[in-house]
């Protein structure tokens, strides 16, 4: 209401109540989110502890016996089975300590590291990748950003999961950018790719334990490890994406955090 009256001053002070219940609620929303997240990891830490401890044992006990029967002489069916078993050994343990690494609370080896330098040796890695399958990828990094305390280990992880995941969502040529800006108090750091995106539902649930739309190539732990990883920086994450569209990956740390 564009009047200068009283009418005009109701209509903006009702604006200015909505835009803060608005505000309210979406916090609310959020906090309930995150309650109810953290309360899922507390019970999946206590599972997750008497699993590893009962699946380990059974492991190291068929990983003694594969490497009995590797001593003796075996058919070349026989050591091809012997061969997809160690595999699935491998695998199995590679869940159990994904597992782990998402159901507890990570220990931090914080040190003030400068978190482009990272990033950069993550996209060497990927780059003969990304080159051959004509993917263009790009780091806009402003000079300005001081070093942020992190464990330089879990964050080589999380943007290595994420730029893999990137790299994959495109099928064919198409673009990766990463850029990092200083926004307020917080660091913000942006990952955009031109790959296939996703529709609503999955958007929403990719951060869950267990959640994969990979199917048997992928365990679902990726990036719920990821989103615990960060948080234990004190780091939100968020995705936003349309199928067809893209997928853009935004995550936030506190500038000027002491260690």
């Known amino acids: 209401i564009d009047r200068a009256d009283e009418i005009g001053d109701l209509g903006r002070a009702f604006n200015e109540m909505t835009d ?8 609310e929303v959020e906090t309930a989110r995150t309650l109810a997240h953290n309360k899922n990891l507390a019970i999946l ?3 997750a502890s008497k699993i590893s401890h009962e699946l380990g044992n059974s492991l190291v006990g068929v990983q003694m016996m594969l490497s009995g029967l590797k001593e003796e002489p075996l058919s070349q069916s026989g050591r091809e089975t012997l061969r997809i078993i160690e595999n699935e050994m491998e695998q199995n343990s590679s869940f159990i300590k994904g597992f782990l690494r998402i159901a507890r609370k990570p220990d931090l080896n914080f040190s003030r590291c400068s978190l482009d330098g990272l990033i950069r040796d993550v996209l060497e890695r990927i780059r003969p990748e990304a080159d051959g399958r004509g ?8 000079d300005s950003i001081p070093r942020i305390p992190m464990d330089a280990g879990l964050m080589n992880q999380v943007f290595t999961n994420l730029v ?4 994959e969502a495109m099928s064919g040529p198409g673009s990766l950018i990463i850029s990092g800006k200083a926004v307020e108090e ?4 942006s990952i955009t790719d031109t790959g296939c995106g996703m529709d609503p539902e999955t958007r929403e649930r990719i951060f869950e334990p267990f959640f994969s739309t990979k199917g048997a190539r992928g365990n679902g732990l990726g990036l719920a490890i990821v989103k615990s990883n960060i948080e234990a920086h004190g780091g939100t994450i968020e995705c936003m994406s349309n199928s067809g569209k893209g997928t853009e990956v935004l995550i936030r740390f506190t500038l000027g955090q002491q260690i």
Do not use: D, F, R
């Not at 917080?186 to 750091?189: G, K």
């Open 45 to 47: 830490g206590t599972v």
């Open 20 to 27: 803060s219940l608005k505000k309210y609620v979406n916090q």
């Open 186 to 189: 917080y660091l913000v750091v």
């Open 135 to 142: 993917i263009v990828v790009t780091l806009n990094w402003e």
């Open 164 to 167: 893999k995941n990137s790299v």
